[in-house]
């Protein structure tokens, strides 16, 4: 049995509490019916309309403030008029996943469920397992989607369909699922057919996509980036304390704006590349300082080639979290494969430099 999947049924449910057989038949959730003693499920209400409240938490959430308050609610909205015919789509519980879907239902009548992924995004959530089979099972029981809907089905976005295993939901639910579109905005057209062209299925990660992505990453290294520049200026001057700079701005900015262009299919060696020409003038200007002999030119030239490079390779390997250029499987691969060798060149580089600055001020370079 898959290890998400609940192993008992959750509480408040009149579904029985042992784990299920592997032969038990799927069978619709009885939860809350009319008759029973537990209270009905709350249904919130929504719209399909993007408030300028909205549109400031997006803007907040681009840049990774409170990067864990923007979060809906759990549980089952009603979008307009459903009525028991109406259609069902799953959610994450993240605003922009959520929005983006009730915003894409303009002026249709439609049920909504918010699966808890813990305010992470549908594909990111899929990939970590918390837009997962077992949390949708468990979801529609706690809701009593099945007394609240006619018939049995549920339309999955497609970039979550990862974590989400169709028969195991029919066995254990009784809801059968439909892959929808990857884009919430082809929904209209994916409606009026129930079927997915190429073109809706196709991922698409263009410039925009990734540019989008640059705010979060900024504010979330930009403020190493001002200390680190801040200690090397007092010890290196300005050049090392912008070397610093254009580092953390190449690896959150530069990486993800060129990154189909980048040679490797590996995050990491595609930043060391990028790194490696960000060094260039850095390296440049620090052989032609004024005062070194040949050894200490030599040194001070590798330095931000050992360094810089090993800065941008990590910052760029972080990126594979959020792009669908990658898989699990070869995140781990480049963790282990790469990450040694950053560690290496970044500690190599810095004690050079320490040993640099050493032999200047002992008057020996």
Not at 194 to 202: L, Q, S
């Amino acid at each position: 049995m898959n290890d998400n999947l609940p192993s008992s049924q959750p509480a408040g449910s009149c579904c029985g509490t042992g784990p299920k057989k592997p032969d038990t038949p799927a069978k619709p959730c009885c939860c809350s019916g009319p008759g029973d003693n537990h209270p009905a499920p709350v249904i919130r209400q929504t719209t399909s309309e993007i408030t300028a409240r909205n549109r400031w938490d997006h803007f907040l959430a681009r840049w990774g403030v409170n990067r864990a308050g923007h979060i809906v609610t759990p549980g089952l909205y009603r979008l307009g008029n459903p009525d028991k015919n109406s259609p069902v789509f799953a959610s994450a519980n993240y605003t922009l996943s959520f929005d983006a879907l009730r915003s894409a239902l303009a002026e249709r009548d439609a049920w909504i469920l918010v699966i808890d992924t813990k305010g992470i995004n549908v594909w990111c959530a899929a990939g970590k397992g918390t837009f997962g089979t077992g949390e949708l099972i468990r979801r529609i029981a706690v809701t009593g989607l099945s007394d609240v809907v006619a018939y049995r089905k549920i339309i999955v976005p497609q970039l979550g369909a990862p974590g989400i295993s169709a028969h195991e939901v029919a066995r254990y639910s009784g809801f059968s699922v439909e892959y929808g579109p990857v884009r919430a905005a082809d929904l209209p057209a994916y409606l009026a057919t129930h079927t997915a062209t190429t073109e809706m299925r196709t991922v698409r990660f263009g410039l925009l996509d990734r540019l989008v992505l640059c705010p979060m990453e900024l504010v979330h290294f930009g403020l190493y980036g001002i200390v680190a520049a801040a200690v090397l200026f007092f010890l290196a001057g300005p050049v090392a304390a912008l070397a610093a700079i254009a580092a953390v701005l190449a690896g959150t900015v530069l990486f993800p704006a060129l990154l189909p262009f980048l040679p490797s299919r590996d995050f990491s060696l595609k930043g060391f590349i990028l790194g490696a020409v960000v060094a260039i003038p850095f390296a440049a200007a620090f052989v032609r300082a004024p005062g070194l002999s040949g050894t200490a030119q030599l040194i001070a030239g590798l330095v931000p080639f050992l360094i810089i490079p090993a800065v941008v390779a990590y910052l760029g390997l972080n990126f594979t979290g959020s792009t669908t250029f990658t898989s699990r499987t070869g995140v781990k691969k480049e963790i282990f494969r790469y990450v040694p060798a950053m560690v290496v060149l970044a500690g190599l580089g810095t004690v050079l430099g320490i040993a640099l600055g050493v032999l200047r001020l002992a008057g020996v370079a």
